[in-house]
Protein backbone atom coordinates (compact mmCIF):
# COMPACT_ATOMS: atom_id res chain seq x y z
CA UNK A 1 0.00 0.00 0.00
CA UNK A 2 1.53 3.33 -1.01
CA UNK A 3 1.88 5.64 2.10
CA UNK A 4 0.59 9.21 1.03
CA UNK A 5 0.35 10.45 4.28
CA UNK A 6 3.90 11.87 4.96
CA UNK A 7 5.47 12.20 8.61
CA UNK A 8 6.18 15.61 9.75
CA UNK A 9 9.68 15.23 9.08
CA UNK A 10 9.53 13.78 6.21
CA UNK A 11 7.31 16.84 5.08
CA UNK A 12 9.69 19.32 6.86
CA UNK A 13 13.01 18.12 4.79
CA UNK A 14 10.79 18.38 1.36
CA UNK A 15 9.92 22.32 2.08
CA UNK A 16 13.25 24.13 1.18
CA UNK A 17 11.22 27.32 2.22
CA UNK A 18 12.99 29.90 4.75
CA UNK A 19 9.82 29.07 6.87
CA UNK A 20 9.80 25.35 6.89
CA UNK A 21 10.23 24.82 10.69
CA UNK A 22 7.24 27.40 11.06
CA UNK A 23 4.78 25.73 8.66
CA UNK A 24 6.07 21.91 10.50
CA UNK A 25 4.76 23.69 13.88
CA UNK A 26 1.42 24.66 12.03
CA UNK A 27 1.02 20.98 10.51
CA UNK A 28 1.56 19.13 13.99
CA UNK A 29 -0.93 21.43 15.87
CA UNK A 30 -3.06 21.06 12.47
CA UNK A 31 -2.70 17.21 13.21
CA UNK A 32 -3.03 17.00 16.77
CA UNK A 33 -5.97 19.30 17.23
CA UNK A 34 -8.01 17.18 13.71
CA UNK A 35 -11.43 15.89 15.36
CA UNK A 36 -10.81 12.49 13.87
CA UNK A 37 -7.05 12.40 16.23
CA UNK A 38 -6.97 10.30 19.30
CA UNK A 39 -5.19 12.28 21.63
CA UNK A 40 -3.47 10.59 24.58
CA UNK A 41 -2.97 13.36 26.80
CA UNK A 42 0.84 11.91 27.17
CA UNK A 43 4.19 13.83 26.75
CA UNK A 44 6.97 12.23 25.58
CA UNK A 45 9.40 14.92 25.32
CA UNK A 46 8.66 16.10 22.14
CA UNK A 47 5.17 16.60 21.67
CA UNK A 48 2.02 14.85 23.12
CA UNK A 49 1.44 11.30 21.90
CA UNK A 50 -1.10 11.46 19.20
CA UNK A 51 -2.35 9.44 16.21
CA UNK A 52 -4.39 10.59 13.33
CA UNK A 53 -6.77 8.52 11.17
CA UNK A 54 -5.38 8.88 8.09
CA UNK A 55 -6.97 7.00 5.18
CA UNK A 56 -4.32 4.55 4.92
CA UNK A 57 -4.58 3.24 9.13
CA UNK A 58 -8.45 2.95 7.52
CA UNK A 59 -8.10 0.66 5.25
CA UNK A 60 -5.59 -1.57 7.17
CA UNK A 61 -7.63 -1.50 10.04
CA UNK A 62 -10.38 -2.79 8.08
CA UNK A 63 -7.88 -5.48 6.16
CA UNK A 64 -6.63 -6.65 9.95
CA UNK A 65 -10.16 -7.17 10.94
CA UNK A 66 -11.68 -9.07 8.22
CA UNK A 67 -8.53 -11.21 7.89
CA UNK A 68 -8.54 -11.91 11.61
CA UNK A 69 -11.97 -13.38 10.56
CA UNK A 70 -10.46 -15.93 8.62
CA UNK A 71 -8.01 -16.61 11.59
CA UNK A 72 -10.62 -17.31 13.71
CA UNK A 73 -12.74 -19.34 11.47
CA UNK A 74 -9.59 -21.93 10.94
CA UNK A 75 -8.98 -21.50 14.70
CA UNK A 76 -12.41 -22.54 15.63
CA UNK A 77 -12.75 -25.75 12.85
CA UNK A 78 -8.88 -27.47 14.50
CA UNK A 79 -10.49 -30.22 16.30
CA UNK A 80 -8.86 -29.76 20.34
CA UNK A 81 -5.64 -31.72 20.24
CA UNK A 82 -4.50 -29.67 16.87
CA UNK A 83 -5.19 -26.87 18.66
CA UNK A 84 -3.57 -27.45 21.98
CA UNK A 85 -0.45 -28.53 20.09
CA UNK A 86 -0.34 -25.28 17.51
CA UNK A 87 -0.21 -22.95 19.94
CA UNK A 88 2.34 -24.96 22.16
CA UNK A 89 4.43 -24.43 18.99
CA UNK A 90 3.20 -20.61 18.48
CA UNK A 91 4.35 -19.96 22.83
CA UNK A 92 7.73 -21.63 21.64
CA UNK A 93 8.54 -20.02 18.56
CA UNK A 94 7.16 -16.42 20.50
CA UNK A 95 9.66 -17.27 23.64
CA UNK A 96 12.72 -18.06 21.39
CA UNK A 97 12.25 -14.87 18.99
CA UNK A 98 11.64 -12.69 21.66
CA UNK A 99 14.33 -13.53 24.19
CA UNK A 100 17.04 -13.76 20.67
CA UNK A 101 15.96 -10.59 20.41
CA UNK A 102 17.91 -9.22 23.52
CA UNK A 103 20.59 -11.96 23.17
CA UNK A 104 19.27 -14.65 25.62
CA UNK A 105 20.27 -17.89 23.90
CA UNK A 106 17.37 -20.20 24.09
CA UNK A 107 15.84 -23.41 22.28
CA UNK A 108 12.73 -24.36 21.16
CA UNK A 109 13.68 -27.98 22.93
CA UNK A 110 14.48 -25.58 26.34
CA UNK A 111 11.24 -23.59 26.25
CA UNK A 112 9.39 -26.82 25.48
CA UNK A 113 10.74 -28.06 28.70
CA UNK A 114 9.99 -25.13 30.78
CA UNK A 115 6.11 -25.38 29.26
CA UNK A 116 6.46 -28.92 30.26
CA UNK A 117 7.48 -27.68 33.97
CA UNK A 118 5.10 -24.84 34.06
CA UNK A 119 2.56 -27.26 33.46
CA UNK A 120 3.30 -28.95 36.43
CA UNK A 121 4.68 -31.95 34.01
CA UNK A 122 7.12 -34.63 35.69
CA UNK A 123 10.44 -33.74 35.98
CA UNK A 124 9.87 -30.58 34.18
CA UNK A 125 10.90 -27.86 36.53
CA UNK A 126 13.94 -29.67 37.59
CA UNK A 127 15.16 -29.63 33.93
CA UNK A 128 18.47 -27.22 32.95
CA UNK A 129 16.33 -24.37 31.26
CA UNK A 130 14.23 -24.36 34.24
CA UNK A 131 15.09 -19.92 34.58
CA UNK A 132 12.39 -20.40 31.27
CA UNK A 133 9.58 -21.75 33.76
CA UNK A 134 8.07 -18.49 34.93
CA UNK A 135 8.17 -16.60 31.35
CA UNK A 136 6.06 -20.17 29.88
CA UNK A 137 3.46 -19.98 32.97
CA UNK A 138 2.79 -16.14 31.36
CA UNK A 139 1.98 -16.85 27.82
CA UNK A 140 0.18 -20.42 29.10
CA UNK A 141 -2.18 -18.13 31.15
CA UNK A 142 -3.21 -16.28 27.43
CA UNK A 143 -4.12 -19.66 26.75
CA UNK A 144 -5.92 -20.14 29.75
CA UNK A 145 -8.07 -16.22 29.89
CA UNK A 146 -6.25 -16.12 33.13
CA UNK A 147 -3.96 -13.52 32.24
CA UNK A 148 -4.95 -9.95 33.45
CA UNK A 149 -3.80 -6.76 32.37
CA UNK A 150 -1.48 -5.20 35.26
CA UNK A 151 -3.89 -2.47 37.05
CA UNK A 152 -0.45 -1.57 39.72
CA UNK A 153 3.05 -0.76 39.35
CA UNK A 154 3.39 -3.64 41.47
CA UNK A 155 1.89 -5.72 38.70
CA UNK A 156 4.18 -4.37 35.97
CA UNK A 157 7.12 -5.48 38.49
CA UNK A 158 5.68 -9.29 39.08
CA UNK A 159 5.33 -9.40 35.59
CA UNK A 160 8.90 -8.41 34.86
CA UNK A 161 10.01 -10.68 37.39
CA UNK A 162 8.54 -14.24 35.88
CA UNK A 163 9.78 -12.75 32.13
CA UNK A 164 13.52 -12.25 33.41
CA UNK A 165 13.67 -15.13 36.48
CA UNK A 166 17.21 -16.36 35.83
CA UNK A 167 18.51 -15.01 33.29
CA UNK A 168 20.04 -11.74 34.47
CA UNK A 169 23.09 -11.15 36.87
CA UNK A 170 22.76 -8.87 39.90
CA UNK A 171 23.86 -5.52 38.22
CA UNK A 172 21.19 -6.22 36.00
CA UNK A 173 18.13 -6.10 38.41
CA UNK A 174 16.17 -3.10 39.10
CA UNK A 175 17.70 -1.10 41.93
CA UNK A 176 15.16 1.15 42.99
CA UNK A 177 11.61 0.41 44.74
CA UNK A 178 9.75 -1.08 41.75
CA UNK A 179 11.95 0.11 38.83
CA UNK A 180 15.58 1.46 37.89
CA UNK A 181 17.06 4.02 40.05
CA UNK A 182 19.47 5.87 37.66
CA UNK A 183 19.32 6.36 34.05
CA UNK A 184 19.95 4.49 31.48
CA UNK A 185 20.87 4.99 27.62
CA UNK A 186 19.88 2.40 24.82
CA UNK A 187 22.80 2.46 21.49
CA UNK A 188 22.14 1.22 18.68
CA UNK A 189 24.17 -1.20 15.94
CA UNK A 190 26.61 2.08 15.86
CA UNK A 191 26.99 2.15 19.40
CA UNK A 192 25.20 5.96 19.30
CA UNK A 193 22.65 6.59 21.98
CA UNK A 194 19.08 6.06 20.25
CA UNK A 195 17.25 6.85 22.93
CA UNK A 196 17.78 7.85 27.08
CA UNK A 197 15.08 6.10 29.15
CA UNK A 198 12.84 8.08 31.41
CA UNK A 199 13.91 9.26 34.80
CA UNK A 200 13.93 9.50 37.81
CA UNK A 201 11.98 6.73 38.68
CA UNK A 202 9.15 8.65 39.94
CA UNK A 203 8.31 10.20 36.43
CA UNK A 204 9.19 6.25 35.78
CA UNK A 205 6.00 5.19 37.72
CA UNK A 206 3.75 8.45 36.38
CA UNK A 207 4.37 7.45 32.91
CA UNK A 208 3.72 3.76 33.33
CA UNK A 209 0.14 4.65 35.21
CA UNK A 210 -0.55 6.89 32.06
CA UNK A 211 0.02 3.91 30.32
CA UNK A 212 -1.91 1.79 31.90
CA UNK A 213 -4.79 4.12 32.12
CA UNK A 214 -4.37 4.71 28.03
CA UNK A 215 -4.79 1.06 27.85
CA UNK A 216 -8.04 1.09 29.36
CA UNK A 217 -9.19 3.89 27.68
CA UNK A 218 -12.93 3.84 25.88
CA UNK A 219 -11.99 6.90 23.89
CA UNK A 220 -9.34 4.93 22.00
CA UNK A 221 -10.31 1.70 19.69
CA UNK A 222 -8.67 -1.14 21.69
CA UNK A 223 -6.36 -2.01 19.26
CA UNK A 224 -5.11 1.31 18.93
CA UNK A 225 -4.16 1.99 22.49
CA UNK A 226 -2.53 -1.62 22.63
CA UNK A 227 0.07 -0.46 20.17
CA UNK A 228 0.45 3.27 21.23
CA UNK A 229 1.07 1.52 24.60
CA UNK A 230 3.49 -0.60 23.54
CA UNK A 231 5.59 2.44 21.89
CA UNK A 232 5.38 3.92 25.63
CA UNK A 233 6.83 0.47 27.93
CA UNK A 234 9.53 0.79 25.56
CA UNK A 235 9.91 4.27 25.67
CA UNK A 236 9.80 4.65 29.71
CA UNK A 237 12.40 1.83 29.16
CA UNK A 238 11.23 1.15 33.49
CA UNK A 239 14.73 -1.68 34.00
CA UNK A 240 18.07 -1.99 32.59
CA UNK A 241 17.43 -5.25 31.03
CA UNK A 242 15.01 -7.14 29.74
CA UNK A 243 12.21 -4.12 28.70
CA UNK A 244 12.23 -5.66 25.34
CA UNK A 245 11.05 -9.15 26.30
CA UNK A 246 8.59 -7.65 29.17
CA UNK A 247 7.17 -5.17 26.24
CA UNK A 248 6.48 -7.68 24.13
CA UNK A 249 4.70 -9.96 26.67
CA UNK A 250 2.13 -7.14 27.59
CA UNK A 251 1.70 -6.42 23.75
CA UNK A 252 0.72 -10.18 23.13
CA UNK A 253 -1.56 -9.51 26.49
CA UNK A 254 -3.07 -6.22 25.15
CA UNK A 255 -3.40 -7.45 21.59
CA UNK A 256 -5.33 -10.98 22.82
CA UNK A 257 -8.03 -8.52 23.37
CA UNK A 258 -9.24 -7.47 20.35
CA UNK A 259 -7.96 -10.06 18.05
CA UNK A 260 -7.42 -13.76 17.98
CA UNK A 261 -4.84 -15.93 20.13
CA UNK A 262 -2.68 -17.15 17.19
CA UNK A 263 -2.42 -13.59 16.31
CA UNK A 264 -1.13 -12.58 19.37
CA UNK A 265 0.60 -15.33 19.96
CA UNK A 266 3.02 -14.92 16.24
CA UNK A 267 4.02 -10.74 17.50
CA UNK A 268 7.18 -11.50 18.14
CA UNK A 269 8.30 -13.84 16.02
CA UNK A 270 7.19 -11.66 12.87
CA UNK A 271 9.22 -9.03 14.82
CA UNK A 272 12.20 -10.76 15.14
CA UNK A 273 12.22 -11.06 11.35
CA UNK A 274 11.47 -7.62 10.83
CA UNK A 275 13.97 -5.99 13.28
CA UNK A 276 15.04 -2.38 11.22
CA UNK A 277 11.11 -1.75 10.62
CA UNK A 278 10.29 -2.47 14.26
CA UNK A 279 13.13 -0.49 15.73
CA UNK A 280 12.44 2.47 13.34
CA UNK A 281 9.18 3.17 14.24
CA UNK A 282 10.16 3.83 17.44
CA UNK A 283 12.99 5.87 16.15
CA UNK A 284 10.56 7.92 13.64
CA UNK A 285 7.76 8.67 17.02
CA UNK A 286 10.92 10.05 18.91
CA UNK A 287 12.17 12.43 16.08
CA UNK A 288 11.78 16.27 17.36
CA UNK A 289 9.95 17.04 14.10
CA UNK A 290 7.59 14.77 14.38
CA UNK A 291 5.91 16.14 17.86
CA UNK A 292 4.99 12.84 18.98
CA UNK A 293 2.81 11.84 16.30
CA UNK A 294 2.60 7.93 16.80
CA UNK A 295 0.67 7.31 13.76
CA UNK A 296 3.78 5.60 12.19
CA UNK A 297 4.26 3.61 14.68
CA UNK A 298 1.01 2.13 14.46
CA UNK A 299 1.08 2.14 11.00
CA UNK A 300 3.94 0.03 10.85
CA UNK A 301 2.68 -2.57 14.00
CA UNK A 302 -0.47 -3.27 12.26
CA UNK A 303 2.03 -3.57 9.02
CA UNK A 304 3.52 -6.42 11.21
CA UNK A 305 -0.15 -7.95 12.72
CA UNK A 306 -1.02 -8.09 8.74
CA UNK A 307 1.94 -9.98 8.20
CA UNK A 308 1.63 -12.44 10.76
CA UNK A 309 -2.03 -13.35 9.70
CA UNK A 310 -0.91 -14.49 6.36
CA UNK A 311 1.59 -16.45 7.95
CA UNK A 312 -1.07 -18.04 10.23
CA UNK A 313 -3.81 -18.39 7.55
CA UNK A 314 -0.96 -19.94 5.01
CA UNK A 315 -0.02 -22.15 7.54
CA UNK A 316 -3.35 -23.66 9.11
CA UNK A 317 -4.65 -23.88 5.62
CA UNK A 318 -1.87 -26.36 4.61
CA UNK A 319 -2.10 -28.25 7.79
CA UNK A 320 -6.00 -28.43 7.81
CA UNK A 321 -5.85 -29.94 4.22
CA UNK A 322 -3.21 -32.45 5.44
CA UNK A 323 -4.94 -33.38 8.42
CA UNK A 324 -8.53 -33.60 6.04
CA UNK A 325 -6.50 -36.00 3.89
CA UNK A 326 -5.01 -37.99 6.63
CA UNK A 327 -8.15 -38.46 8.67
CA UNK A 328 -9.50 -40.08 5.34
CA UNK A 329 -6.98 -43.32 5.99
CA UNK A 330 -8.80 -43.58 9.53
CA UNK A 331 -11.08 -46.52 8.87
CA UNK A 332 -8.79 -48.28 6.19
CA UNK A 333 -6.02 -48.02 8.59
CA UNK A 334 -8.35 -49.64 11.64
CA UNK A 335 -9.69 -52.11 9.06
CA UNK A 336 -6.11 -52.93 8.30
CA UNK A 337 -4.56 -53.86 11.47
CA UNK A 338 -7.60 -54.72 13.53
CA UNK A 339 -7.32 -52.11 15.85
CA UNK A 340 -9.70 -50.74 18.90
CA UNK A 341 -12.15 -47.65 18.42
CA UNK A 342 -9.49 -46.61 21.38
CA UNK A 343 -6.12 -47.38 19.90
CA UNK A 344 -7.45 -45.36 16.97
CA UNK A 345 -8.60 -42.46 19.42
CA UNK A 346 -4.79 -42.37 20.26
CA UNK A 347 -3.28 -42.68 16.96
CA UNK A 348 -5.43 -39.63 15.66
CA UNK A 349 -4.51 -37.61 18.87
CA UNK A 350 -0.81 -38.70 17.54
CA UNK A 351 -1.54 -38.05 14.24
CA UNK A 352 -2.69 -34.54 15.07
CA UNK A 353 0.46 -33.54 17.45
CA UNK A 354 2.27 -34.89 14.71
CA UNK A 355 1.00 -32.08 12.50
CA UNK A 356 0.63 -28.86 14.51
CA UNK A 357 2.76 -29.35 17.13
CA UNK A 358 6.52 -28.50 17.30
CA UNK A 359 7.64 -32.27 18.55
CA UNK A 360 5.84 -35.53 17.89
CA UNK A 361 5.93 -37.06 20.75
CA UNK A 362 2.59 -37.11 23.01
CA UNK A 363 3.06 -38.56 26.58
CA UNK A 364 1.13 -41.70 27.72
CA UNK A 365 -0.83 -39.94 30.45
CA UNK A 366 -2.34 -37.12 27.72
CA UNK A 367 -3.52 -40.28 26.06
CA UNK A 368 -4.76 -41.79 29.42
CA UNK A 369 -6.73 -38.41 29.41
CA UNK A 370 -8.00 -37.89 26.30
CA UNK A 371 -9.98 -41.22 25.88
CA UNK A 372 -10.55 -41.42 28.99
CA UNK A 373 -8.85 -44.52 31.08
CA UNK A 374 -6.42 -44.66 33.62
CA UNK A 375 -2.53 -44.70 32.01
CA UNK A 376 -1.98 -48.68 32.92
CA UNK A 377 -5.42 -49.01 30.32
CA UNK A 378 -4.00 -47.00 27.66
CA UNK A 379 -1.02 -48.67 27.80
CA UNK A 380 -2.68 -51.75 26.47
CA UNK A 381 -3.90 -49.68 23.81
CA UNK A 382 -0.39 -47.84 22.63
CA UNK A 383 0.75 -51.82 22.36
CA UNK A 384 -1.44 -52.01 19.66
CA UNK A 385 -0.35 -49.60 17.62
CA UNK A 386 3.14 -50.61 18.50
CA UNK A 387 2.49 -53.90 17.26
CA UNK A 388 0.75 -52.72 14.52
CA UNK A 389 4.12 -50.54 13.73
CA UNK A 390 2.29 -47.36 13.54
CA UNK A 391 4.38 -45.46 16.42
CA UNK A 392 7.15 -46.10 18.77
CA UNK A 393 8.08 -44.49 22.07
CA UNK A 394 10.31 -42.15 21.99
CA UNK A 395 11.20 -41.22 25.74
CA UNK A 396 10.69 -43.21 28.88
CA UNK A 397 9.86 -40.91 31.48
CA UNK A 398 7.82 -40.01 31.14
CA UNK A 399 7.20 -42.43 28.44
CA UNK A 400 5.94 -40.88 25.28
CA UNK A 401 5.17 -42.07 21.67
CA UNK A 402 5.06 -40.92 17.95
CA UNK A 403 4.20 -41.74 14.49
CA UNK A 404 7.01 -44.43 13.29
CA UNK A 405 8.08 -43.86 9.46
CA UNK A 406 5.50 -46.48 8.66
CA UNK A 407 2.59 -44.43 10.05
CA UNK A 408 3.55 -41.80 8.48
CA UNK A 409 3.33 -43.03 5.69
CA UNK A 410 0.00 -44.83 6.11
CA UNK A 411 -1.54 -41.40 6.82
CA UNK A 412 0.46 -39.56 3.83
CA UNK A 413 2.92 -37.35 5.95
CA UNK A 414 6.06 -38.95 4.90
CA UNK A 415 6.13 -36.34 1.88
CA UNK A 416 5.94 -33.80 4.47
CA UNK A 417 8.15 -32.23 6.71
CA UNK A 418 6.50 -33.43 10.41
Same mark, same amino acid.
Given at each position: MAMVYKTLEKLFHADASSDRMEANLIEARRRLEDLSTFRTGIDIG????????????SLLLDATLRMERKVSQLWRDLPGI????????????? +?VSTNEMENVRSTRRQIKEALDGAEGEEDGAQKPTKQFVEFAKLYLNLIEEDALPPRTLQDIRDIYDDVVAGTLGEDDLPDGQLFRASGVDITGASQRV???????????????QEMMSLVGSEDIPELYSALLSHFLFEYIHPFYDGNGRTGRYLLALYVGKPLSLPTALSL?????????????????????????EGTFFVLQMMQL????????VSDLNG?????????????AIEAKYALSEQAIQILFQVLQV??????????????????GFTAQT?????????????? +?????KPLAFELTDKGKREFGLDLLSV
Open positions: TGELFLASPRELACGAYIRNLIMDE +VAHRGVEPEEKIAVMLSRVIAQNKGAYYKAFSVTEDPLNHGIRDAQDDIKRAALDEACEKLDALFGAYNEVPLRQMATHIARKYTRELENAGLI +VPVAL
